[in-house]
Every structure is written in C-alpha cells, then in structure tokens.
C-alpha cells in the first residue's frame, strides 16, 4: 500500500502561484510514478500534471511537477492561477512507468487538498 498526504492548498489571488505538496510511503519512492489530478464542483477529475521515472514530466501546461527524492515529496507548481484553478487537488501513484489521463488508471489517491483562487 502507498498512502500519500497533500499539503500546501489554501486561498490565493488571480495572478499568483502556490505549490502544493505531496509526501508518500508505504512503497520505495523510486518505484513510484506520481500524478496529479483535480476536480471542480460538478466536474470529472482532469490530470493535470504527471511525474514518471527516471524524473520525466509529461502532461506540462501551466503545472510543474517535481519530485524530492530525499523527502519522498513530490510537488506541483502552479504560477498565474486564475478562478478556474479552484478545485480539490490529489495527488496520486502507481507502480507502472506510464503517465495515464484516466483516474481509474491509478492504484492510490490522496484525501486532497484545496485550492480557492478568489480576490
């Protein structure tokens, strides 16, 4: 089992940036592809940024991902938000090398984290 925890969510205002943070265990983090998806009121969950290995990024846009290796911690900037960037945000693994658009594609889900992009 992988357990991840999400931190770093909260207000900010149009134009500027947060980056959230994700700490996982529970499998050797180096075994890990990390993603992250987020969800709006009445929407489907929508991939948004994802991490493989060695340390590849696809799924770019507006959204970096990054990973620590010595803290297990992967992160997801996002710079210039707008109001439509408010959602729950959740990080997410598996054990496969591939970056998947589905959210039934991956094993393991964070509790999520939110974003509120208001002035």
């Known amino acids: 089992q992988v357990q991840l925890v999400e931190s770093g969510g909260g207000l900010v205002q149009p134009g500027g940036s947060i980056r959230l943070s994700c700490a996982a265990s529970?499998?050797?983090?180096?075994?890990?592809?990390l993603g992250w998806f987020r969800q709006a009121p009445g929407t489907e969950r929508e991939a948004i940024s994802c991490?493989?290995?060695p340390d590849t990024e696809s799924i770019k846009g507006r959204f970096t991902a990054s990973r620590d290796h010595a803290k297990n911690t992967v992160y997801l900037q996002i710079n210039n938000v707008t109001p439509q960037d408010t959602a729950v945000y959740y990080c997410v693994a598996h054990e496969s090398f591939f970056c998947y658009t589905s959210p039934s594609s991956w094993d393991y889900w964070g509790q999520g984290t939110q974003v509120t992009v208001s002035a």
């Open positions: 529970g499998r050797p983090f180096d075994a890990l592809t």
């Open positions: 991490i493989s290995r």
